[in-house]
Nanobody
Framework: QVQLVESGGGLVQPGGSLKLSCTAS????????IDWYRQAPGKQRDLVAT???????NYADSVKGRFTISRDNIKNTVYLQMNSLKPEDTAVYYC???????WGQGTQVTVSS
């Protein structure tokens, strides 16, 4: 059974940093493109960042230059380093194996003073 478990969320002040992790089990993690999405209250779930099996990355315009996605295929883990956080980054963050129905449970990120 495939499981994705996110961690690393929390409360941070504007301008601060957080590093999210998403660890997969029960699947050949290294073959998948992995997406990070986020969903703020009352809003749709939006794609934030993507990393392919080959390590190519893409970012939403709203996070370019501030967020970095990376992966460690040995540890079956993908990371989202988030710097210069803004209140509008507040959301539940989810990881997703592209082209599958597998999602993590989400981790809350709150940016507030």
């Amino acid at each position: 059974q495939v499981q994705l478990v996110e961690s690393g969320g929390g409360l941070v002040q504007p301008g601060g940093s957080l590093k999210l992790s998403c660890t997969a089990s029960g699947t050949f993690f290294s073959i998948y493109t992995i997406d990070w999405y986020r969903q703020a209250p009352g809003k749709q779930r939006d794609l934030v960042a993507t990393i392919t099996a080959g390590g190519t990355t893409n970012y939403a315009d709203s996070v370019k230059g501030r967020f970095t996605i990376s992966r460690d295929n040995i540890k079956n883990t993908v990371y989202l380093q988030m710097n210069s956080l803004k209140p509008e980054d507040t959301a539940v963050y989810y990881c997703h194996l592209r082209l599958t129905t597998y999602w993590g449970q989400g981790t809350q990120v709150t940016v507030s003073s």
